[in-house]
T-cell receptor, first 113, second 109 residues
């Protein structure tokens, strides 16, 4: 197991709702990354936090937001959900700020109905 | 802008056959290239990176700057190689990888 823990593993919700995905990084890792994996878009980088601060931003919609807490866990908030938001959301973590050295969690599968 | 193209969504081979998963990239500077693998119901994990010039699980990949390619090869495919493979690139001081859309490799017995 990589040590990156994501909860919940599965989530089914209705359009217009709001959900929160949670990620606990590996012990000692300061960076957390969020990715969205969908059938049509592939694996897309959303956002990175390092030691509580936003470090890099990718293709993250305004309806989505994230934060990293003092204990370094992170949450990804998705609001006003649409059918197209259905995807696998991955969290990854690394000691430093190199996303290329990040370890991935097993993902949260979000289904919007 | 940096871009990674994996032209094949699906690659199906028989056990023992050679495998080549194609990856082409677009980047103006000197990129770092990577291959990631995702086995069924498992997490995405780094398979190899071009700067290491190593062979992992029998897979190798050579960076061809002239053709802007980083194809993943294995001379004899095994059933356990069946997985989703992603080519990725980072460069320009950004260490956030840009991923291709992935190729699903199926190795039949």
């Amino acid at each position: 197991d990589s040590g990156v823990t994501q909860t919940p593993k599965h989530l089914i919700t209705a359009t217009g709702q709001r959900v929160t995905l949670r990620c606990s990084p590996r012990s000692g890792d300061l960076s957390v990354y969020w990715y969205q994996q969908s059938l049509d878009q592939g694996l897309q980088f959303l956002i990175q936090y390092y030691n509580g601060e936003e470090r890099a931003k990718g293709n993250i919609l305004e309806r989505f937001s994230a934060q990293q807490f003092p204990d370094l866990h992170s949450e990804l908030n998705l609001s006003s959900l649409e059918l197209g938001d259905s995807a696998l959301y991955f969290c990854a973590s690394s000691v430093g700020q190199r996303g290329t050295e990040a370890f991935f969690g097993q993902g949260t599968r979000l289904t919007v109905v | 802008a940096q871009r990674v193209t994996q032209p094949e969504k699906l690659l199906s081979v028989f056990k023992g056959a050679p495998v080549e998963l194609k990856c082409n990239y677009s980047y103006s500077g000197s990129p770092e290239l990577f291959w990631y693998v995702q086995y069924s119901r498992q997490r995405l994990q780094l398979l190899l990176r071009h700067i290491s010039r190593e062979s992992i699980k029998g897979f190798t990949a050579d960076l061809n700057k002239g053709e802007t390619s980083f194809h993943l090869k294995k001379p004899f495919a095994q059933e356990e190689d069946s997985a989703m493979y992603y080519c990725a690139l980072s460069g320009g001081g950004s260490y956030i990888p840009t991923f291709g859309r992935g190729t699903s490799l199926i190795v039949h017995p």
